[in-house]
């Protein structure tokens, strides 16, 4: 996933993810020749915090071209540390809603991503994956900017699996 071999080792190195650049096609002009839009739900287990940080990152990086929705049975206030967390990186989490998980919601998903482990997956959903990382409620600064880390790292290799971008220095 380097962007452009020692400059994108030096960026990691320094806590910078790599830069991501986008498909050509995959934006909004693709979008009217695609009726459907991906879709991909983040599926809080316990609660959901991290189902909805990852959402709003998704939807924040793919800059609408992936759909990207926190789904769970409990929701959970801000943490205020979370939020702080998220705006530093220019994501607004009051923005980002959770919906109650449905079997329509879950069919219509190109992907399912289990936010923790669930010993038995949705039977309704086409594709899943399973993201265990930490809960960022309660913790401390320093903690919730590595969990969201790892979850914006993930977060943008799946739009790289998804064909929506590449990174920087490999644009098609």
């Known amino acids: 996933m380097e962007a452009s071999g020692s400059e994108a080792a030096a960026r990691v190195r320094a806590g910078s993810p790599p830069r991501l650049v986008a498909v050509r096609g995959a934006g909004a002009g693709a979008r009217a020749a695609r009726p459907t839009a991906r879709l991909v739900v983040f599926l809080g287990v316990a609660d959901d915090a991290s189902g909805r940080v990852a959402a709003a990152l998704l939807a924040h990086r793919s ?9 769970s049975t409990a929701t959970v206030e801000l943490d205020p540390v979370v939020v702080a967390s998220l705006a530093e ?4 989490l009051a923005r980002c809603r959770t919906r109650p998980p449905s079997p329509r919601l879950l069919q219509q998903a190109g992907l399912v991503v289990v936010m923790g482990y669930v010993r038995d997956a949705p039977a ?19 903690t919730v900017r590595f969990i969201r880390d790892a979850i914006d790292r993930r977060v943008q290799r799946l739009l790289i699996r ?7 220095g490999r644009a098609p």
């Open 63 to 71: 800059k609408g071209r992936v759909l990207a929705v926190s789904a």
């Open 89 to 92: 990186v220019g994501v607004d």
């Open 124 to 142: 309704t959903a086409t594709r899943t994956e399973d993201w265990c990382i930490d809960d960022p409620r309660g913790k401390d600064a320093a």
């Open 162 to 168: 998804l064909g929506v971008a590449v990174p920087a």
